[in-house]
């Protein structure tokens, strides 16, 4: 079957769950064209049929979206232990950036995964965001100049607390860029779990996957920071290989509030 054909066949499977769609075939069929295109083995034709439907405004659509979606978009947020209040705004903020305008977000989905995904991870990344809007004022740094100091106490020796007074600075720029190497997905998996406090069943339930795939993800960009920093150390500064361990070693309690502080930045 060519790409046409299918086109045509996912209209009318969409109409078929829909019969009192207006927009037009031709736009839909174009939509669905458009997105195989890109050349992508298997697409989810019916969502796509759906989301360009409701770029149009399509009243029939809209609110088979709205039945169909908004309760699991509204779940994907409660993982957030957010107030309701939050969740309200979030959820208007995004049915506008979906709906609204003359470039309409939603698209920007292009069947590669079920909408409820997508939309899942459209929803959170619009709720991190919003929350980072409220911070009207940045948060005291007086922790940050202590956080090696700490790590350093509790280590119990004076070589090692001499090494992270002298190197803590250099550590936590290099924690900074190493984390701008990861991927905006784990940046976020890792938001989710540092920032917000969520389980990894938690995270599994936004992003749809199982939870041993959040679990090796989260192991996998933290070693990812870790490496990342622990070469840049070993770059910019004059310590040896027993030096740079012991280092390594006492910033490991440093390691996730280094993280916590440069995730927190938009």
Request: net charge neutral; with cysteine.
């Amino acid at each position: 079957m060519g790409d046409a054909a299918r086109a045509r066949e996912a209209v009318a499977l969409a109409r078929a769950a829909l019969p009192s769609l207006a927009v037009s075939d031709a736009i839909l069929e174009e939509h669905v064209l458009r997105w195989m295109a890109g050349g992508a083995p298997q697409l989810e034709l019916v969502d796509l049929v759906l989301a360009r439907a409701c770029a149009a405004g399509d009243p029939a659509a809209l609110a088979h979206f709205d039945a169909t979606y908004r309760s699991e978009m509204i779940a994907a947020l409660s993982t957030l232990r957010a107030p309701r209040d939050f969740v309200d705004e979030v959820m208007q903020s995004v049915r506008e950036k979906l709906f609204v305008g003359p470039s309409p977000k939603i698209l920007e989905y292009g069947g590669r995964g079920a909408l409820r995904a997508w939309l899942r991870a459209v929803v959170v990344r619009s709720a991190l965001n919003a929350r980072r809007r409220r911070i009207s004022e940045p948060k005291p740094s007086a922790d940050d100049d202590r956080l090696l100091d700490v790590a350093a106490a509790s280590s119990g020796d004076p070589e090692i607390a001499e090494i992270v007074a002298k190197y803590g600075d250099t550590y936590k720029r290099a924690v900074h860029e190493a984390l701008a190497e990861l991927t905006t997905e784990d940046r976020n998996i890792l938001r989710l779990s540092l920032l917000e406090g969520l389980s990894i069943d938690g995270i599994a339930q936004i992003y749809g996957v199982h939870r041993a795939t959040v679990a090796r993800r989260i192991a996998r960009a933290r070693e990812s920071v870790a490496e990342g920093a622990r070469r840049r150390l070993g770059e910019r500064t004059r310590l040896d290989l027993s030096e740079l361990a012991s280092v390594t070693r006492a910033c490991r309690t440093e390691l996730d509030l280094s993280l916590v502080r440069a995730l927190e930045r938009p």
